[in-house]
């Protein structure tokens, strides 16, 4: 069974040589950062089925050519991300029927969004692909709004991914409610293909969460989770962290990653009202010491973690969303410290801030895009 979370690149990234002209320290609290936010993120989505989430994309302006485009946490292109996916599955001799879509779809958004006024929302839906292509029941519905910085004129874009069950159909009708357009709506890539832009309408669509109420959820956004859960299984997380640094084995560091997704699972609905409620903070560790649950809760395997993109080789493929691109590498300024060599295909993880020359299983040059 493949593992959505890789412990290994938490372990290698971790200990990779730090350049002599960086901060020592301040290289290893970000690679700790990094890590908690991983791992946080990772449990919220896939074991508590948090509702909502944000980034965010910035503007850039290639100073050369004066190219207009959208970056997240990376200094280039988002949309090389959805680029690149489609190469490596055609190497890697998989199907590309989803990713070609979802990348024209991103590309046509990404202009829309450019050439928008300030308070702009737009709209993509990503609902699941079939069972047989590993994908889970669930999907996510990405909204968000431009804000234009004043003095540069550049755009930023706030995304929220909104994770629901809604079916196929659900999603149709909201969607032709909103575009007021009779769009033939029956499959992942039919969505997929038609980001839409939403005018900003004083009194009526002014934010996402209007969107949203529109779509037909009830409850506003809330990020606020995000802070609570790390209270919840703040020593847990440490306890991991702490095996990151004691360069604990590969068996050890999933065992240790089992038993937070098991005693997530297992006390679910206390730890869910807890993240919606404004209530007293209960640290699992109540249940006993790191070690013990580490012990107990780290014996068996959880149920395997799907969602609207397959589980099964998201990393050597390319094909995640950003949202979890982001949680399953870690990123530096130069983009994700794991990748697959385009040669032989093996997967690679290079050193915070620095490229890599040579592939560590074929040995030959790795060629610099």
Same mark, same amino acid.
């Given at each position: 069974?493949a593992?959505? =979370?890789?412990?290994?690149?938490?372990?290698?990234?971790?200990?990779?040589?730090?350049?002599?002209?960086?901060?020592?320290?301040?290289?290893?609290?970000?690679?700790?950062?990094?890590?908690?936010?991983?791992?946080?993120? =990772?449990?919220?989505?896939?074991? #508590?089925?948090?509702?909502?989430?944000?980034?965010s994309?910035?503007?850039? $302006?290639n100073?050369?050519?004066?190219?207009?485009?959208l970056?997240?946490?990376?200094?280039?292109?988002?949309?090389?991300?959805?680029?690149?996916? &489609?190469?490596?599955?055609?190497? #890697?001799?998989?199907p590309?029927?989803?990713?070609?879509?979802?990348?024209?779809?991103?590309e046509?958004?990404?202009q829309? #969004?450019?050439?928008?006024?300030?308070?702009?929302?737009?709209?993509?839906?990503?609902?699941? @692909?079939?069972?047989?292509?590993?994908?889970?029941?669930?999907s996510?519905?990405?909204?968000?709004?431009?804000? $234009?910085?004043?003095?540069? @004129?550049?755009?930023? &874009?706030k995304?929220?991914p909104?994770?629901?069950?809604?079916? &196929?159909?659900?999603?149709?009708? =909201?969607?032709?409610?909103?575009?007021?357009?009779?769009?033939?709506?029956?499959?992942?890539?039919?969505?997929?293909?038609?980001? $839409?832009?939403?005018?900003?309408?004083?009194?009526?669509?002014?934010?996402?969460?209007?969107?949203?109420?529109?779509?037909?959820?009830?409850?506003?956004?809330?990020? !606020?989770?995000?802070?609570?859960?790390?209270?919840?299984? !703040?020593p847990?997380?440490?306890?991991?962290?702490?095996?990151?640094?004691?360069?604990?084995?590969?068996?050890?560091?999933?065992?240790?990653l089992?038993?937070?997704?098991?005693?997530?699972?297992?006390?679910?609905?206390?730890?869910?009202?807890?993240?919606?409620?404004?209530?007293?903070?209960?640290?699992?560790?109540?249940?006993?010491s790191?070690?013990?649950?580490?012990?107990?809760? !780290?014996?068996?395997?959880?149920?395997?973690?799907?969602?609207?993109?397959?589980?099964?080789?998201?990393?050597?493929? @390319?094909?995640?969303?950003?949202?979890?691109?982001?949680?399953?590498? @870690?990123?530096?300024?130069?983009?994700?410290?794991?990748?697959?060599?385009?040669?032989?295909?093996?997967?690679?993880?290079?050193?915070? !801030?620095?490229?890599?020359?040579?592939?560590?299983?074929?040995?030959?040059? &790795?060629?610099?895009?």
């Amino acid at each position: 069974m493949a593992e959505v =979370y890789i412990v290994n690149y938490d372990r290698i990234n971790f200990h990779a040589p730090i350049p002599d002209s960086y901060d020592v320290q301040e290289v290893i609290r970000q690679r700790e950062q990094t890590i908690e936010d991983n791992l946080v993120r =990772y449990v919220a989505e896939f074991r #508590l089925g948090v509702k909502f989430d944000s980034f965010s994309y910035s503007e850039k $302006v290639n100073s050369r050519t004066n190219e207009r485009f959208l970056v997240a946490n990376t200094q280039g292109p988002v949309r090389d991300i959805f680029r690149k996916a &489609i190469s490596t599955r055609e190497n #890697l001799g998989l199907p590309t029927r989803r990713e070609s879509v979802e990348c024209l779809g991103f590309e046509k958004l990404e202009q829309d #969004l450019l050439s928008a006024p300030d308070k702009t929302l737009f709209m993509w839906v990503s609902p699941p @692909g079939t069972k047989e292509e590993g994908y889970g029941n669930y999907s996510f519905t990405f909204v968000g709004q431009v804000d $234009v910085d004043p003095e540069s @004129g550049l755009k930023d &874009i706030k995304v929220i991914p909104y994770r629901n069950v809604l079916s &196929i159909e659900d999603h149709a009708a =909201y969607f032709n409610k909103l575009t007021d357009e009779d769009i033939v709506l029956e499959r992942d890539t039919d969505f997929l293909s038609h980001p $839409v832009i939403i005018p900003f309408q004083k009194g009526a669509v002014e934010v996402p969460d209007h969107v949203l109420a529109i779509i037909g959820e009830q409850e506003k956004i809330d990020t !606020g989770w995000n802070s609570r859960l790390r209270e919840i299984l !703040g020593p847990l997380v440490q306890g991991y962290l702490e095996l990151i640094r004691q360069r604990a084995s590969e068996e050890t560091l999933i065992q240790a990653l089992h038993a937070i997704e098991n005693i997530s699972i297992a006390f679910k609905e206390d730890i869910v009202y807890q993240l919606k409620q404004d209530t007293q903070i209960i640290p699992l560790e109540i249940m006993g010491s790191v070690d013990d649950i580490f012990d107990t809760y !780290g014996k068996h395997a959880p149920p395997q973690a799907t969602g609207s993109c397959p589980p099964n080789n998201k990393a050597a493929s @390319g094909s995640a969303t950003l949202m979890e691109l982001q949680m399953m590498h @870690g990123v530096d300024s130069r983009g994700s410290l794991a990748f697959e060599c385009p040669l032989c295909l093996k997967p690679n993880v290079r050193e915070w !801030g620095k490229l890599k020359e040579e592939c560590d299983h074929c040995h030959r040059e &790795i060629p610099k895009c």
